[in-house]
């Protein structure tokens, strides 16, 4: 089964929409982008490019992506082949763009763990240091402190006899 399809819309922070598409929404056809509803019309009621790759005037088309299959979708049966050949490779490369930017959403959500873990690590690794200071101190502390009462006893010796 293929990965759900998602919202590509990417702003200028690089924060992605990332919904699950399932129905109504809309492909630029020059670059096989898809969008939510709302993020298609936020960015494009003003702007003319892609929001995921610039495009300029990249014609967004509304398309439906319902994972259900109802007898209207067979509405392809008739057309020539040369028409079809168009729809799959169409298809295809539409496809293939959805799975490679999966993919890179995938690598970015796992380096971002990644980095999470190694933050967390170093944040552990401080306190470690930190802890282990602060022993030290206080095994110093402790030593100083024993010293002084084997001296205090030693003074009481003296001064009994």
């Known amino acids: ?11 200028a922070d690089g924060k992605h ?18 969008f939510c509803r709302g993020c298609a019309h936020a960015w494009f009621k003003d702007k003319d490019d892609c929001p995921v790759c610039r495009a300029k005037e990249p014609g967004l088309k ?3 992506v319902a994972s259900r299959m109802e007898p209207n979708h067979l509405n392809m049966v008739a057309l020539p082949p040369e028409t079809l050949m168009m729809i799959v490779q169409e298809g295809f490369a539409f ?8 993919s890179q959403f995938l690598q970015a959500a796992l380096k971002e763990k990644e980095e999470d873990v190694e933050r967390v690590r ?14 030290n101190l206080l ?13 205090l006893r030693r003074d009481l010796k003296r001064r009994r006899y």
């Open 1 to 11: 089964r293929a990965a759900p399809l998602r919202c590509n819309f990417r702003d």
């Open 95 to 102: 496809r293939d763009q959805q799975s490679k930017l999966e």
């Open 62 to 64: 509304p398309v439906n």
């Open 139 to 151: 095994e110093h502390e402790r030593d100083a402190a024993l010293e002084e009462v084997d001296r």
């Open 17 to 34: 929409c990332h919904a699950s598409l399932d129905g109504d929404c809309w492909v630029t056809q020059s670059c096989f982008h898809i």
């Open 122 to 135: 170093e944040q552990a690794n401080e306190k470690i240091v930190e802890a282990e200071n602060q022993l």
